[in-house]
């Protein structure tokens, strides 16, 4: 048997300088996401968590970048999973409250320019890494 599939999604957000809106949670540098609620859209569930996760309150969905799939043990179910995770380009204006999510662990948020982007990368995941080089590659 295969292992259960979750399926999530985030948003890799732009403001108007292009710098690209970074969570940082776990000792890890991300990008916001979580998982799909129960009669939601994937589209829908991205602006959702974008939000939740960092406050803004003015998100506006953009094309979707890639699809990205890690395993992880589940603690709630108590077993390996894929969380299978969709991945959109927003934008959102720099002048916004950022307010991190503490109940998810969030400790930062902060926009980053391209100048600071490869030392956030560089203590990242590889599927944040994959997500930022979509939008390098694709626009």
């Not at 959109?88 to 503490?102: E, F, H, K, N, S």
């Amino acid at each position: 048997m295969g292992l259960k599939i979750i399926k999530a999604a985030g948003g890799l957000v732009l403001n108007e300088k292009q710098e690209i809106l970074m969570i940082f949670r776990r000792g890890k540098w991300d990008l916001p996401k979580g998982k799909l609620d129960e009669g939601e859209t994937i589209e829908t569930c991205a602006v959702r968590e974008v939000m939740e996760e960092t406050g803004l309150s003015d998100v506006t969905l953009g094309p979707l970048l890639t699809v990205t799939h890690h395993t992880y043990f589940d603690p709630w179910i108590k077993e390996e999973v894929i969380k299978e995770t969709y991945w959109y380009q927003m934008q959102a204006t720099v002048d916004q409250t950022l307010i991190p999510q503490t109940s998810e662990d969030i400790e930062v948020i902060e926009w980053v320019s391209s100048a600071t982007l490869s030392d956030k990368l560089a203590d990242s995941y590889d599927t944040i890494v994959e997500v930022v080089g979509k939008l390098t590659v694709d626009n």
